[in-house]
């Protein structure tokens, strides 16, 4: 019943399905020999790796087989070789001997075609279904009912070859031809089909594969292939292993593994050939080791992302409804923030912002305040041009003696004041103020031009900033720096950026409260001092981060440790507030010690651990007071 839980549990999870759909694939793979192709290939590099040259076949070639066989068989068998295998593509008249054969005559011999492996002229049928006798079984006894694969590790340049003209002239020597099998043939033409095979390549003499089949059977070194079955049982368990590992270490880790992992398949199928007669489907575990490290980093992937999303969106609940600024780059608009800024802190009559157009001396009115865009009476648009080039020559704000704004009102003041950063005009600030008899025009100018120094540094950051992002955003840039799809981990930033920006402004308001506070977790240990903390322990000589809530509480209150520890219990069990009076050197203190807990986190049981911490706060007794506490 557990058992059928857990199986339950793991099919709700995405991860598992990813699991079974690899195990499918290597299923499927081997059924349908998807790979067959790299392990040809890579069989065909380990032959060519290994070289003899010693073997006991001689191949003979004739320019004219049907004329001369006759003669060189019968020239040939004075030698006293093992056998004969006269391969013509025409009928010959036989020579009887019993070490004569021609597979094919009308005989009942027969050569059976070299089966093709992945385009690779590599395996020896098996020696079942035939209508004739393989000609291998009637020299060599080859009576496998599975494929082989050629042994490959003759040299050719090894391999003994004369022409028939030599045999007739007597131009060898017996002991070349001795107890050797011969193999005649016609000599190829030129335009022969290439041999696809090891050390064949280029090569186009159809007679050098039958002899390098001879060569294996002959010294029995024929190279066997694992079974099917098998092969597909260590693939699963290849895998499965692989999925443990892979899952344990990085990416980058887990590639270094994965490419030792491909150098101990090549050496093992390296020595098995050689030494055990055994090819194992190298290529096939070579390509499930890098398909299994995919698959891990793409499910490691999806399920990273599924859980930073459902984090992104837990903090974003959880940050919903309290104050984040919203940081002024990222507004869809810079002079909304702008606007309530200079509303909040100037009181003036009429304000107009007009900002420079890109690449142009000309400017354009954008935001207004207490006003409307088309107040605006003066005509000029061209900060080249009074009273605009006057703001920018003084660097500063200057009064308009032409009225720039409509229905001007007896006694208002008109000023304007230029945008500029960094030698950049962003814009101009045109404002009027009706004073009054406490108006200071210097500092209210003063005032204006820092405020106008700060906006127009705003001004330059957004547009920088807006300028580098429309740059990236372009397609192109998005293509070629994979960012056509915001990633996940971009979401993650952001959300991190809010509860850092709304942790330090936490931090700030606790650092900057007036009573000496300090924070305790369950275990005694300090989590949290503001500055009053700090100063409060330096003048007492308290070193705070080494004192627990318990010796604080016993040395300030001058409390017995049992009783000390019977106030912490009923803090934190009730979760409570208590005052206590408290007394350092000379002075004395209010010490409020609060157990801080959430009331939506209730739960019907262990109630102590819906404490999260112990506050301390120590608040100065005014001198009143302190003289009421000694009467």
Request: hydrophobic share 45%; proline share 4%.
């Amino acid at each position: 019943m557990v058992v059928l839980q857990q199986l339950l549990r793991l099919t709700l999870q995405r991860a598992f399905w990813f699991t079974v759909c690899l195990f499918a694939i290597v299923i499927i793979s081997n059924l349908l020999n998807l790979f067959q192709a790299s392990n040809a290939f890579l069989y065909k590099k380990i032959e060519s790796l290994s070289s003899t040259q010693q073997t006991n076949v001689v191949l003979i070639t004739s320019q004219n087989l049907s004329a001369n066989h006759s003669q060189l068989v019968t020239q040939l068998t004075e030698y006293q070789p093992k056998a004969i295998i006269v391969l013509a593509d025409e009928p010959l008249a036989p020579v009887d001997n019993e070490r004569v054969f021609y597979p094919y005559s009308q005989s009942k011999y027969c050569v059976p075609n070299v089966e093709i492996w992945a385009t690779y002229q590599m395996r020896i049928p098996a020696a079942t279904n035939l209508e004739c006798e393989s000609v291998w079984q009637a020299v060599f006894g080859y009576k496998h009912e599975k494929s082989r694969l050629i042994n490959f590790k003759l040299a050719v340049s090894a391999l003994p070859k004369f022409t028939a003209k030599r045999v007739l002239g007597f131009d060898v020597m017996s002991e070349q031809l001795e107890n050797k099998v011969i193999i005649v043939g016609q000599q190829s033409a030129e335009f022969n089909v290439l041999i696809h095979a090891p050390k064949l390549e280029g090569l186009n003499d159809p007679l050098l594969l039958f002899a390098y089949i001879a060569d294996s059977l002959e010294k029995n070194s024929t190279i066997n292939e694992l079974n099917f079955v098998i092969s597909i049982v260590l693939a699963l368990i290849l895998v499965f292993v692989l999925l443990f590992f892979f899952q344990k270490m990085s990416i980058s880790y887990s590639f270094l593994v994965a490419l030792s992992i491909t150098i101990i398949w090549c050496c093992a199928g390296y020595f098995l050939v050689n030494f055990a007669k055994l090819f194992i489907p190298i290529g096939q575990y070579i390509i499930l080791t890098f398909v299994t490290l995919f698959w891990v980093v793409v499910a490691r992937k999806i399920s990273e992302d599924k859980e930073l999303t459902t984090d992104v969106n837990n903090i974003q609940q959880m940050m919903m409804g309290r104050y984040i600024p919203q940081s002024f780059i990222e507004h869809p608009s810079p002079w909304d923030p702008i606007i309530q800024l200079i509303s909040q802190q100037l009181d003036l009559e009429k304000s107009i912002f007009l900002a420079r157009k890109e690449d142009d001396h000309r400017v354009v009115e954008i935001r207004a305040i207490n006003c409307q865009l088309d107040d605006i009476q003066e005509m000029r648009r061209d900060y080249q041009r009074t009273p605009y080039s006057n703001a920018l020559k003084s660097l500063g704000i200057v009064k308009i003696n032409r009225p720039f704004f409509k229905q001007i009102i007896e006694g208002e003041i008109e000023f304007i004041a230029p945008l500029v950063y960094a030698g950049d005009v962003r814009g101009f600030w045109a404002l009027s103020i009706i004073p009054n008899h406490n108006f200071n025009q210097q500092a209210f100018e003063q005032n204006v031009n820092k405020f106008a120094a700060q906006v127009a540094e705003l001004l330059f950051h957004y547009h920088i900033f807006k300028t580098t992002q429309a740059k990236n955003r372009t397609l192109l840039n998005r293509l070629l720096t994979y960012k056509l799809h915001e990633p996940i981990s971009q979401k993650v930033k952001s959300s991190l950026n809010e509860m850092e920006q709304k942790l330090t402004t936490l931090e700030m308001v606790f650092n900057h409260t007036s009573p000496a506070t300090v924070l305790f977790n369950l275990f005694g240990q300090v989590i949290q001092t503001n500055a009053s903390l700090e100063r409060f322990a330096k003048q007492h000589q308290i070193a705070i981060f080494e004192t627990t809530a318990l010796d604080l509480l016993c040395k300030s209150c001058e409390l017995d440790i049992e009783i000390a520890k019977g106030k912490l219990r009923y803090i934190t069990l009730n979760k409570a507030t208590v005052e206590l009076p408290a007394k350092l050197g000379a002075h004395h203190y209010t010490l409020i010690i609060r157990a801080l807990h959430s009331d939506n986190s209730q739960t019907a049981s262990g109630a102590p651990f819906q404490v999260s911490g112990i506050l301390f706060e120590f608040i100065a007794n005014t001198p009143e007071i302190s003289s009421e506490a000694k009467l």
